[in-house]
């Protein structure tokens, strides 16, 4: 039904197999002068579109504000309590970011759906299926948004306006690293959740915005969890004989209610106070609207938001 529904209604820019990078249709079939911009995705698919999208449905919500910014039109996008501007609230939702509602998607009439990668690649197949393009992006750190920044121009036809805005940024966080003393600084990154908690690593967003400041995250080298690349198993053992000087926590779920019950934790656990940051009160919550969910182009308010807390007064 929904693919005999779009054999109507879409003309597909792009033909691509699921993950891979071989198109379906001959090489010889898209002539040059009709390929309106070719892109390679964050998996490594070749993508062609023939003709500038219309109507763009995006499954991160941390999309939304770099590709529109950039000139894109965005027709569908998911549910978010912490990341969604005004403009965008009032157009279609696809569902919940972790599990996005096929029906609907589909009945956004997309001619492009950017993916979020790793967490909605299973979308490929039907979109492939029905001749929807996909483009695959990821942005977590700040060369991902960066590039996906890159990207989102390419395919809005305006490559100027990425590289404004790029510049805007660089000029910012440089702004704000230039206030912050030069410490070599040992830092670990906690994410809480309703589970329990984990070790972020260099390639989160928090992760990354450390490396900017040059400190140390000292879970730097740890093993991933197998379905995370970007964290590690948390150990409280570990924790102690790593001994960081800063701690900051990262969270995701009712963020009051895992703060109450992180500090609870915290005191009623005597091995908490034999490290260096939490016996000199230098443990802070990050914001989720920053360090959950990509920044995109509020990346410098991320870089920001964690220098303020060791250096307040600097600010």
């Known amino acids: 039904m929904i693919k005999k529904f779009f054999g109507t209604m879409l003309i597909a820019g792009l033909l691509l197999t699921g993950c891979g990078t071989e198109k379906i249709s001959e090489p010889n079939e898209i002539s040059s002068e009709n390929i309106f911009a070719e892109v390679t995705d964050d998996i490594g698919r070749k993508v062609i579109l023939t003709k500038k999208p219309e109507r763009i449905v995006v499954t991160a919500a941390g999309f939304t504000e770099p590709l529109h910014a950039v000139g894109g039109n965005i027709v569908g996008r998911p549910d978010s309590k912490n990341q969604?501007?005004?403009w965008a609230k009032d157009l279609p939702s696809v569902g919940q970011v972790f599990q996005i509602d096929t029906e609907r998607?589909?009945?956004c009439a997309p001619d492009l759906v950017i993916v979020n990668k790793g967490m909605n690649e299973k979308l490929l197949p039907l979109l492939d299926e029905n001749k929807i393009p996909a483009l695959v992006i990821e942005m977590k750190t700040y060369e991902d948004v960066k590039r996906g920044l890159r990207t989102f121009a390419k395919i809005s036809g305006d490559p100027n306006k990425a590289e404004e805005l790029i510049g805007a940024m660089d000029n910012d966080i440089a702004e704000i690293l230039n206030r912050v003393p030069k410490e070599n600084l040992r830092v670990a990154i906690l994410?809480?959740?309703?589970?329990?908690?984990?070790?972020?690593l260099d390639g989160s967003i928090a992760g990354c915005v450390v490396k900017m400041f040059g400190w140390e995250n000292v879970a730097s080298g740890m093993t991933p969890l197998e379905k995370n690349p970007d964290a590690a198993p948390y150990s409280m053992e570990t924790l102690a004989q790593q001994n960081p000087e800063i701690i900051f926590v990262t969270s995701m779920g009712n963020a009051d209610e895992i703060r109450a019950n992180m500090l609870k934790a915290i005191d009623e656990n005597k091995a908490w106070q034999a490290i260096g940051a939490v016996r000199d009160n230098r443990l802070y919550f990050l914001p989720q609207n920053l360090f959950l969910l990509s920044p995109g182009l509020n990346y410098p308010e991320a870089v920001k938001k964690m220098a303020q807390s060791i250096y307040p007064d600097k600010f």
Do not use: C, F, Y
């Open 191 to 200: 994410h809480s959740t309703a589970q329990g908690l984990s070790v972020q």
């Open 105 to 107: 998607l589909i009945s």
């Open 84 to 86: 969604m501007p005004d």
